[in-house]
């Protein structure tokens, strides 16, 4: 019992962390201070960018996952637990094929909304001198001096990039939705004869 | 009761407006002088930068200062950002900038300079002991460090075959070779100089061959109606000796000969300026695959975020049959 505490606080302590940090620091401290703090120690040590903002990134986002997660699971009735638990089935098979395929089909829309977040917050990596899009037109601008339009043309794809993800995304709501797909049929047949 | 209220209110509202009296009378005073915005970024020692007491100082400030007290108008310091500065002066969200910026031909179309206030040249820092580089030809096939929209950015992109990394500042571009992540940083002398002086950057040095020979102005939106004072104050502190006091003060040495015009920069700024359309196009190769990498990093964080979220939160469920969030009613 006293090993399950101990992760259950490692596990509340880094979502604590990511969540209430800004995510800028957070870049900073993974590609300056990771490097600084092994080479302390009297190693060798060079960061791969892309690297770097893959890891910063996903602590991040893995962080706010979490949080979706427990949301989801809390959110289905005790009922269901019972009804599984009195059918025989362990904790992990209730888990397994009651509690969570239930559950994440009402966890799709948060990590939708996050899924939106991280791919705007990409943007931060711009910092580290990481070239993605943000970081292309900033170095554009400093060249041609045409703020307006360069920025204009980022945020212009920035919202192509969020309006097709926030699409896929309630396709795949629609897809998992078990009620809708049995329905389709029939609510299908009537539109067609207005046409 | 009724009448008490009123009285009160008619007694606040007069005392509100006695207030915001005193506060336009204390504005208009204080107007009576000119005040100019100026630009900074006080990340650039010995030019620009804090002191320990967070007050701005550097040989810039007081240039900039000492301009102001010579030609009649007060200074206002503005932090922003470097690469943000000739943006900010061609809309005129700012009078002026100081930031010992070079004046540059491809600048000097985009906004004006005022003359020369300072000397100073490109240098490549290297890692101690590391074989030196002396000319930019032997930076071919190494990874540079340099400062976004600066001289040394545009000089390393003329080199064939070399990978650069931009940096927001130069303290970054400096602590990135400091960390062993690239081979050199190209960037203005005295700045790299000074860093390593105080101390900051123990494993770095600058070799003595400077790249260029650059000047610095201070900018003004296109044209404006400041820039003749600027000059006029510049022309006074250079001649009456502050300027050399400023320039004893923060390096040490006796200041060089400064022409009054820089050398090879075009004195009416002529538009050649390319049209929206143009820009807009040249650019949209560049952003795609910048928007390319967004994407691939989204992903990529994305999927192991969504992996590692998951994982964080049944981790308890894994290592003891129970509930990953506690619930009682699996124990």
């Known amino acids: 019992m006293s090993s399950i505490k101990l992760v259950r606080w490692a596990a509340r302590a880094y979502i604590d962390f990511f969540r209430g940090t800004p995510l800028l620091v957070q870049i900073f401290m993974v590609y300056f201070g990771i490097p600084a703090l092994v080479q302390a120690l009297g190693f060798e040590f060079a960061f791969d960018r892309f690297l770097a903002a893959v890891i910063a990134l996903t602590l991040n986002c893995a962080a706010y996952v979490a949080e979706i997660v427990r949301g989801g699971i809390q959110s289905i009735e005790t009922g269901q637990t019972e009804a599984a638990q009195s059918m025989g089935m362990t904790a992990a098979q209730t888990m397994q094929f009651v509690i969570f395929p239930q559950a994440f089909r009402r966890m799709l829309p948060p990590l939708g909304n996050q899924f939106i977040s991280l791919l705007k917050d990409t943007s931060l990596v711009a910092i580290i001198g990481f070239e993605e899009l943000f970081r292309e037109g900033q170095l554009i601008v400093a060249e041609s001096y045409r703020p307006f339009e360069l920025y204009a043309i980022v945020a212009l794809i920035y919202l192509v990039l969020t309006l097709l993800s926030s699409q896929a995304f309630s396709y795949l709501e629609k897809r998992m939705n078990p009620a809708r797909s049995r329905s389709r049929q029939p609510q299908i047949q009537p539109a067609a004869d207005l046409i | ?331």
Not at chain 2, 6 to 27: H, P, Q
Not at chain 2, 92 to 100: F, L, R, Y
Not at chain 2, 123 to 141: N, R, W
């Open chain 2, 1 to 331: 009761m009724m009448q008490f209220l009123k009285k009160r209110a008619v007694r606040l509202l007069l005392l509100s407006l006695s207030g915001l009296l005193i506060v336009l009378c204390g504005t208009s005073s204080a107007a009576d002088r000119k005040t100019l915005t100026v630009a900074i970024e006080p990340v650039y020692a010995p030019f620009e930068f804090k002191a320990a007491d967070g007050s701005l100082q550097g040989f810039d400030v007081d240039v900039m200062r000492a301009i102001g007290a010579a030609a009649g108008f007060q200074v206002r310091f503005q932090s922003i950002a470097f690469d943000g500065m000739i943006p900010a002066l061609q809309v005129g969200n700012v009078d002026a900038a100081v930031g010992a910026m070079t004046i540059t031909p491809q600048r000097a179309e985009a906004i004006s300079f005022s003359r020369p206030y300072f000397k100073a040249g490109l240098a490549i820092a290297t890692p101690k002991g590391a074989p030196s580089l002396a000319t930019l030809e032997a930076l071919q096939g190494k990874k540079v460090a340099v400062q976004i929209g600066t001289t040394g950015a545009e000089a390393v992109k003329r080199i064939a075959n070399v990978n650069v990394r931009t940096f927001n500042a130069a303290v970054l571009a400096l602590q990135e070779l400091n960390n062993g992540n690239v081979d050199a940083v190209v960037s203005d002398a005295p700045v790299m100089l000074y860093a390593i002086k105080t101390g900051n950057l123990k494993d770095v040095e600058v070799n003595s061959a400077l790249l260029s020979e650059e000047f610095y102005g201070i900018p003004t939106p296109p044209n404006s109606p400041n820039l003749s004072l600027i000059n006029q104050g510049l022309t006074i502190i250079l001649e009456n000796g502050t300027y050399e006091t400023l320039y004893r003060k923060w390096f040490n040495a006796q200041p060089p000969q400064l022409p009054s015009v820089a050398p090879g920069i075009p004195q009416s700024s002529q538009q050649t300026a390319l049209g929206s359309g143009t820009v807009m196009l040249n650019a949209l190769p560049s952003l795609i695959k910048g928007a390319l990498v967004t994407l691939q990093l989204t992903l990529l964080s994305g999927i192991l975020g969504l992996v590692g979220g998951i994982v964080a939160r049944s981790c308890p469920f894994v290592f003891h049959q129970a509930s990953p969030l506690g619930c009682q009613s699996l124990h």
